[in-house]
């Protein structure tokens, strides 16, 4: 006697194993995330591409790729996955108005210097809601936080040698200048017109190799054949740190900063270094297709309006 067909359902936990495997490039990640072991993950992902009869996912090297079929499926399932997701906090925080959170995650400048008045005004209304800020100088590390959901929204400059996440929304903010920074009575603070051979007169404080300010840093200096005359006296990915020993004297910097930033910090004498340089904008970035609570929204109407305000594009 021949036994009756049984047909496997699709499992929600399948389909988000396998969002988070292909979003996050592997197993392990997944795994971690999901409180699993890496064991555990492949057979839910094998036990799906046996359901749907397609290889979805293949290694190649150390990481995992998308074949054609696991990439349409990917396409059709992560606004449902994400969507899914998000229902729990939304619920939660609908549930019991005092378990609400907010949380953050932010390049340090943009915390710094923009973020304190829109967190302010609405933690004034919403005194009872969790703040929870995050912060990280790589654009890359804070819209992981947004993607695996530890953060609502994130703010991050748009580096052009990081490619945009496609699991993320991306909204033009504002743009970041390149600023020339010295103490308050250096002779380039009061130099009419600075070019590139002032530069490497005096000792320079700037940001890690990696950085798009110190990339950009040295193509100038390159292009004018200056470059082997930088003389570096400090390295550092925080520009709040930067700042503050550029008004002790210790050295200038080039960066992309908020034009007034020498309002926070007392001997800092702020200039645009050439008009004629591409900006950095400032993008706010948000999971695809999640539900965002309301206070969440509430707090993205406030930060707009404020951006309206004082952002650089409107001093």
């Given at each position: 006697?021949?036994?009756?067909?049984?047909?496997?359902?699709?499992e929600?936990?399948?389909?988000?194993?396998?969002?988070?495997?292909?979003t996050?490039?592997?197993?392990?990640?997944?795994?971690?995330?999901?409180?699993?072991?890496?064991?555990?993950?492949?057979?839910?992902?094998?036990?799906?591409?046996?359901?749907?009869g397609?290889?979805?996912?293949?290694?190649?090297?150390?990481?995992?790729?998308?074949?054609?079929?696991?990439?349409?499926?990917?396409?059709?399932?992560?606004?449902h996955?994400?969507?899914?997701?998000?229902?729990?906090?939304?619920?939660q925080?609908?549930r019991?108005?005092?378990?609400?959170?907010?949380?953050?995650?932010?390049?340090?400048?943009v915390?710094?210097?923009?973020?304190?008045?829109?967190?302010?005004?609405?933690?004034?209304?919403?005194?009872q809601?969790?703040l929870r800020?995050?912060?990280d100088?790589?654009?890359?590390?804070v819209?992981?936080?947004?993607?695996?959901?530890?953060?609502?929204?994130?703010?991050?400059?748009?580096?052009?040698?990081?490619?945009?996440?496609?699991?993320?929304?991306?909204?033009?903010?504002f743009?970041?200048?390149?600023?020339?920074?010295?103490?308050?009575?250096?002779?380039?603070?009061?130099?009419?017109?600075?070019?590139?051979?002032?530069?490497?007169?005096?000792p320079?404080?700037?940001?890690?190799?990696?950085?798009?300010n110190?990339?950009?840093?040295?193509?100038?200096?390159?292009?004018?054949?200056?470059?082997?005359r930088?003389?570096?006296?400090?390295?550092?990915?925080?520009?709040?740190?930067?700042?503050?020993?550029?008004?002790?004297?210790?050295?200038?910097?080039?960066?992309?900063?908020w034009?007034?930033?020498?309002?926070?910090?007392?001997?800092?004498?702020?200039?645009?270094?050439?008009?004629?340089?591409?900006?950095?904008?400032?993008?706010?970035?948000?999971?695809?297709?999640?539900?965002?609570?309301?206070?969440?929204?509430?707090?993205?109407?406030?930060?707009?309006?404020?951006?309206?305000?004082?952002?650089?594009?409107h001093?």
């Amino acid at each position: 006697m021949r036994r009756p067909k049984v047909h496997k359902e699709i499992e929600l936990r399948q389909l988000r194993t396998f969002t988070l495997a292909a979003t996050q490039g592997g197993f392990s990640a997944a795994a971690a995330d999901l409180g699993l072991s890496v064991p555990a993950v492949w057979e839910q992902v094998r036990s799906l591409e046996s359901i749907l009869g397609a290889t979805l996912l293949v290694r190649h090297g150390r990481a995992l790729e998308l074949t054609v079929d696991g990439k349409l499926l990917l396409e059709i399932i992560q606004p449902h996955v994400s969507g899914i997701d998000s229902l729990v906090k939304l619920f939660q925080a609908r549930r019991s108005e005092s378990a609400r959170q907010l949380s953050v995650a932010s390049i340090p400048q943009v915390l710094a210097n923009l973020l304190p008045p829109p967190i302010r005004e609405f933690m004034g209304k919403h005194g009872q809601t969790q703040l929870r800020l995050l912060s990280d100088p790589g654009a890359a590390a804070v819209m992981r936080m947004v993607e695996r959901g530890e953060a609502d929204l994130g703010l991050i400059t748009a580096n052009p040698d990081e490619p945009a996440s496609p699991h993320l929304a991306h909204e033009y903010l504002f743009d970041l200048k390149f600023m020339l920074m010295t103490g308050s009575h250096h002779p380039l603070a009061r130099k009419k017109e600075v070019k590139a051979a002032d530069l490497v007169k005096y000792p320079v404080i700037t940001m890690l190799a990696s950085s798009p300010n110190r990339k950009l840093l040295e193509r100038i200096l390159r292009r004018h054949g200056l470059l082997d005359r930088l003389h570096v006296v400090m390295e550092n990915s925080s520009t709040d740190i930067i700042q503050k020993y550029v008004a002790l004297g210790a050295g200038i910097a080039l960066l992309y900063a908020w034009p007034r930033i020498d309002r926070h910090e007392p001997g800092l004498h702020v200039r645009e270094f050439d008009p004629h340089i591409e900006a950095l904008p400032v993008m706010l970035v948000t999971r695809k297709y999640a539900h965002l609570p309301d206070h969440v929204q509430e707090f993205l109407q406030i930060l707009r309006k404020h951006l309206a305000d004082s952002a650089p594009d409107h001093l």
